[in-house]
Nanobody, 116 residues
Protein backbone atom coordinates (compact mmCIF):
# COMPACT_ATOMS: atom_id res chain seq x y z
CA UNK A 1 0.00 0.00 0.00
CA UNK A 2 0.93 3.62 -0.53
CA UNK A 3 0.02 6.40 1.85
CA UNK A 4 -0.05 10.01 0.69
CA UNK A 5 -0.11 13.07 2.93
CA UNK A 6 -0.64 16.53 1.49
CA UNK A 7 0.43 19.73 3.20
CA UNK A 8 1.05 23.38 2.48
CA UNK A 9 -2.47 24.62 1.90
CA UNK A 10 -3.79 27.76 3.49
CA UNK A 11 -5.36 31.15 2.99
CA UNK A 12 -3.62 33.55 0.62
CA UNK A 13 -4.54 36.66 -1.28
CA UNK A 14 -4.93 36.79 -5.02
CA UNK A 15 -1.57 37.06 -6.75
CA UNK A 16 0.33 35.27 -4.02
CA UNK A 17 2.04 31.88 -4.17
CA UNK A 18 1.85 28.57 -2.35
CA UNK A 19 3.87 25.38 -2.45
CA UNK A 20 2.04 22.18 -1.75
CA UNK A 21 3.79 18.99 -0.73
CA UNK A 22 2.72 15.38 -1.16
CA UNK A 23 4.72 12.93 0.95
CA UNK A 24 4.48 9.28 -0.04
CA UNK A 25 5.22 6.32 2.18
CA UNK A 26 4.76 2.59 2.10
CA UNK A 27 5.30 0.69 -1.14
CA UNK A 28 6.59 3.73 -3.00
CA UNK A 29 8.51 1.54 -5.43
CA UNK A 30 5.17 0.65 -7.04
CA UNK A 31 4.43 4.27 -7.99
CA UNK A 32 4.67 5.13 -11.67
CA UNK A 33 3.37 8.69 -11.47
CA UNK A 34 1.93 11.18 -9.02
CA UNK A 35 -0.59 13.82 -9.85
CA UNK A 36 -2.17 16.81 -8.20
CA UNK A 37 -5.93 17.22 -8.52
CA UNK A 38 -8.33 19.74 -7.09
CA UNK A 39 -11.99 19.92 -6.26
CA UNK A 40 -13.88 23.13 -5.67
CA UNK A 41 -17.27 23.12 -3.93
CA UNK A 42 -19.96 21.89 -6.29
CA UNK A 43 -17.42 20.91 -8.94
CA UNK A 44 -15.91 17.64 -10.07
CA UNK A 45 -12.35 16.77 -9.17
CA UNK A 46 -10.02 17.91 -11.92
CA UNK A 47 -6.44 17.38 -12.91
CA UNK A 48 -3.89 20.07 -12.09
CA UNK A 49 -0.56 18.47 -12.98
CA UNK A 50 1.22 15.11 -13.07
CA UNK A 51 4.80 13.94 -12.94
CA UNK A 52 6.01 10.51 -13.94
CA UNK A 53 8.68 8.46 -12.27
CA UNK A 54 10.98 9.54 -15.07
CA UNK A 55 10.20 13.19 -14.51
CA UNK A 56 7.84 13.82 -17.41
CA UNK A 57 5.32 16.51 -16.50
CA UNK A 58 1.85 17.38 -17.70
CA UNK A 59 -0.27 20.39 -16.79
CA UNK A 60 -3.92 21.27 -17.09
CA UNK A 61 -4.62 24.40 -19.09
CA UNK A 62 -6.05 26.11 -16.01
CA UNK A 63 -2.69 26.07 -14.22
CA UNK A 64 -0.26 25.97 -17.14
CA UNK A 65 2.28 28.76 -16.81
CA UNK A 66 1.34 29.41 -13.19
CA UNK A 67 2.39 26.13 -11.61
CA UNK A 68 5.36 23.81 -11.48
CA UNK A 69 5.28 20.20 -10.37
CA UNK A 70 8.51 18.64 -9.17
CA UNK A 71 9.71 15.68 -7.16
CA UNK A 72 12.40 14.83 -4.64
CA UNK A 73 12.93 11.12 -4.98
CA UNK A 74 15.13 10.94 -1.90
CA UNK A 75 12.28 12.32 0.18
CA UNK A 76 9.51 10.54 -1.73
CA UNK A 77 7.82 13.91 -2.02
CA UNK A 78 6.16 15.70 -4.89
CA UNK A 79 5.68 19.44 -4.84
CA UNK A 80 3.27 21.78 -6.57
CA UNK A 81 4.44 25.37 -6.74
CA UNK A 82 1.53 27.64 -7.58
CA UNK A 83 2.02 31.29 -8.47
CA UNK A 84 -0.27 34.19 -9.28
CA UNK A 85 -3.12 32.48 -7.50
CA UNK A 86 -6.68 33.48 -8.33
CA UNK A 87 -9.89 33.16 -6.31
CA UNK A 88 -11.02 30.46 -8.76
CA UNK A 89 -8.05 28.35 -7.65
CA UNK A 90 -9.79 27.90 -4.31
CA UNK A 91 -10.29 24.17 -3.81
CA UNK A 92 -9.18 21.12 -1.88
CA UNK A 93 -6.00 19.88 -3.53
CA UNK A 94 -5.35 16.15 -3.57
CA UNK A 95 -2.45 14.05 -4.73
CA UNK A 96 -2.90 10.68 -6.36
CA UNK A 97 -0.37 7.94 -6.96
CA UNK A 98 -0.68 5.70 -10.00
CA UNK A 99 0.74 2.30 -9.18
CA UNK A 100 1.51 -1.01 -10.81
CA UNK A 101 -1.48 -3.01 -11.89
CA UNK A 102 -3.68 0.03 -12.34
CA UNK A 103 -4.01 0.71 -8.64
CA UNK A 104 -4.45 4.23 -7.34
CA UNK A 105 -3.96 5.82 -3.94
CA UNK A 106 -5.30 9.19 -2.86
CA UNK A 107 -4.38 11.53 -0.06
CA UNK A 108 -6.94 13.27 2.11
CA UNK A 109 -6.31 16.68 0.60
CA UNK A 110 -5.22 20.13 1.66
CA UNK A 111 -7.42 23.22 1.41
CA UNK A 112 -6.28 26.22 -0.59
CA UNK A 113 -8.32 29.38 -0.23
CA UNK A 114 -7.53 32.42 -2.35
CA UNK A 115 -9.18 35.67 -1.33
CA UNK A 116 -9.79 38.52 -3.74
Amino acid sequence: QVQLVESGGGLVQAGESLRLSCAASGSTFTISAIGWYRQAPGNQRELVATISKGGRTNYADSMKGRSTISRDNAKNTVYLQMNSLKPEDTAVYYCKADQWGGRESWGKGTLVTVSS
